[in-house]
């Protein structure tokens, strides 16, 4: 069975403190997208990530791939309040379709 | 100003009384999708389409249909709602698979 897990599904954290999602995927693919999404809200993508050992970075975020390892990673530096959101991994397994993680809620506080 | 749109945003209805949820897209993008979100599963494709009149089974397809007669649409129909299907409904577009631009999401109550 296709599995994308992300871990954690929640985090909490403080503004200014370093933090890391993971997503960890079950088959083979090089191939992975993030996503964000603020609450009554649609998804919004932040980065595309197309082989392995490509890393992204916006803003106070990074993304890393390790296809081999089938581990993206989403880095966030010095948090801040408006990151708040959930974020989604997704991976693409062939042409247009994805298999999205459950998400990591992410809530940052002053 | 590049979208996707859908209608309607919310909905709701009667188990067993058809509807259509559409999606339209002003970007020409050849590949589109449906997927639902629910709480705790993340967001889960039902059907795609890779170009006109070709569309293809996501992961949870039962009790959904969908066409694809023109390029820019891609409506999403349930033929005989039931209350399991009561969930959030995003449509998607892209022009190749590198990237997918999200509807703002429908809103669907099956009583």
């Given at each position: 069975e296709l599995k994308v897990e992300q871990n954690p599904l929640f985090l909490s954290m403080q503004e200014g403190k370093n933090y890391t999602i993971y997503?960890?995927?079950?088959?083979?693919?090089?191939?992975?997208?993030?996503?964000?999404q603020d609450p009554g809200k649609s998804l919004e993508s932040l980065f595309v990530l197309l082989s392995n050992g490509a890393v992204k970075q916006e803003g106070r975020l990074m993304a890393s791939l390790d296809t081999k390892a089938r581990l993206s990673t989403l880095h966030i530096t010095a948090a801040v309040h408006d990151l708040s959101a959930t974020y989604f991994c997704a991976v693409d397994i062939y042409t247009d379709k994805l298999i999205f993680g459950t998400g990591t809620r992410l809530q940052v506080f002053p | 100003e590049a979208q996707v749109t859908q209608?309607?945003?919310?909905?709701?209805?009667?188990?067993?009384?058809?509807l259509t949820v559409t999606c339209s897209q002003n970007m020409n993008h050849e590949y589109m999708s449906w997927y639902r979100q629910?709480?705790?599963?993340?967001?889960?494709?039902?059907?795609?389409?890779?170009?006109?009149?070709?569309?293809?089974?996501?992961?949870?397809?039962?009790?959904?249909?969908v066409s694809r007669k023109e390029k820019r649409n891609f409506p999403l129909i349930l033929?005989?709602?039931?209350?399991?299907?009561?969930?959030?409904?995003?449509?998607?577009?892209?022009?190749?698979?590198?990237e997918q631009y999200f509807g703002p999401g429908t809103r669907l109550t099956v009583t």
């Open positions: 997503c960890n995927y079950s088959t083979t693919s090089d191939r992975l997208y993030w996503y964000r | 209608n309607p945003r919310y909905l709701i209805t009667v188990t067993g009384k058809k629910d709480p705790g599963l993340g967001l889960r494709q039902i059907y795609y389409s890779m170009n006109v009149e070709v569309t293809d089974k996501g992961d949870v397809p039962e009790g959904y249909k033929e005989s709602p039931s209350p399991n299907q009561t969930s959030l409904y995003f449509c998607a577009s892209s022009y190749d698979s590198y």
